[in-house]
């Protein structure tokens, strides 16, 4: 049975009701707040902040440590997606890997949320044609799914592999909602969490979630530097909430951020992606997108744990990703 937050010790009705107006529904989300964080959000002093805490980890069982051979264990299960593109799926070491997240920074118009449709329908696939035979689940907080271009790619998938699949088919396994502000996305990944359960055991249990953009509302609601700290302790709950997705659901995640223009860079790409050093150390694999020359774009893999930095030229057509 659930542990309600009502059921930790230091926590009353009013407290708990505090803390879920803050975006902290559930025992795992206080397990790893900050007690400052908390301290604030429920009006309570840091140290009883601390204590509730301490409970909700002993409850949630966080935190702890594992061996290396559980991990490896775990590794064992890592699953990879195929993009559609021969270079990129090479330097991503065979595709978009499960329990990771992976961030796609780069420009408006660049081509994020493309690659983000195409992964939406490949990741539908049988693995023999590169895909993990599960569903999708979508954060969309700026509006930007289209199932017109889904329909597109499906027809373009169908051509590549004489295959014809119906494109009524690949929008059911689409599980869209859109996020009116940062407490509702933040909210979204438990009714997330709730979908990947229901799913788990059917024919096509959830092996994607994409967050489009991740940065958008929380750059837009939270101005000025005096907010800045807060803007990124709520970023950074949000990002392990999604790893622990990908984790639990063994997954792939896949977010995407804009970039602000650094006009103090007189050397190299003015450019950077919004979140900082927090997004920086939680995405596991970063991807940079660029626009070419046309249909032509750049990707860039700036940053993976264990494969070495690259680029690779794709091309985002009518029929979807190709080379
Ligand atoms: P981002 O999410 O990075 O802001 P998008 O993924 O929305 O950018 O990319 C938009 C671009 O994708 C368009 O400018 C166009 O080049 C390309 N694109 C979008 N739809 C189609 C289509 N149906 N056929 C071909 N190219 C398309
Ligand atoms: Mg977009």
Do not use: W
Not at 2 to 19: C, F, N, S, Y
Not at 74 to 102: A, H, N, P, W, Y
Not at 144 to 156: D, H, L, N, S, Y
């Amino acid at each position: 049975t659930e542990v309600l937050l009502e059921d930790l010790d230091h926590v009353g009705p009013a407290t708990a009701q505090k803390l879920k107006d803050a975006g902290f529904t559930t025992i795992e989300a206080i397990a790893v707040a900050s007690p400052a964080e908390l301290a604030n959000s429920a009006e309570i002093g840091e140290s009883t902040a601390a204590k509730i805490i301490n409970a909700a980890r002993q409850s949630a069982d966080v935190g702890g440590f594992e061996t290396g051979d559980l991990v490896l264990e775990r590794r064992k299960l890592v699953g990879k997606l195929s993009t559609g593109c021969t270079e990129f799926d090479e330097m991503m070491g065979g595709g978009i890997e499960t329990q990771s997240i992976t961030e796609m920074y780069g420009e408006f118009g660049s081509g994020k949320t493309q690659i983000a449709h195409q992964l939406a329908v490949n990741v539908q696939l049988p693995p023999e044609q590169g895909g993990l035979g599960g569903s999708v689940i979508m954060i969309d907080t700026e509006n930007t799914f289209r199932p017109e271009r889904i329909a597109q790619m499906v027809k373009g998938i169908s051509d590549k592999h004489g295959i014809e699949y119906d494109p009524e088919e690949f929008l059911k396994n689409i599980h869209v909602a859109r996020a009116f502000n940062s407490n509702h996305q933040i909210l979204l990944v438990d009714s997330a969490n709730e979908l990947a359960n229901e799913l788990k055991n059917t024919e096509m249990p959830v092996k994607l979630l994409i967050v489009d953009s991740l940065t958008a509302h929380f750059r837009a609601e939270y101005i000025g530097r005096g907010t800045l700290a807060d803007r990124q302790q709520k970023l950074n709950k949000h990002l392990h909430d999604i790893l622990r997705f990908g984790d639990l659901s063994n997954a792939c995640v896949v977010v995407t951020n804009q970039v602000m223009s650094k006009p103090d860079a007189f050397f190299g790409d003015p450019t950077k992606p919004i979140g900082g050093h927090i997004l920086g150390h939680t995405a596991t694999f970063r991807l940079y997108i660029r626009k070419s020359k046309g249909e032509k774009r750049i990707v860039k893999l700036v940053d993976s744990p264990n494969l070495p930095d690259g680029e690779a030229l794709i091309s985002v057509t009518t029929d979807g990703l190709g080379d």
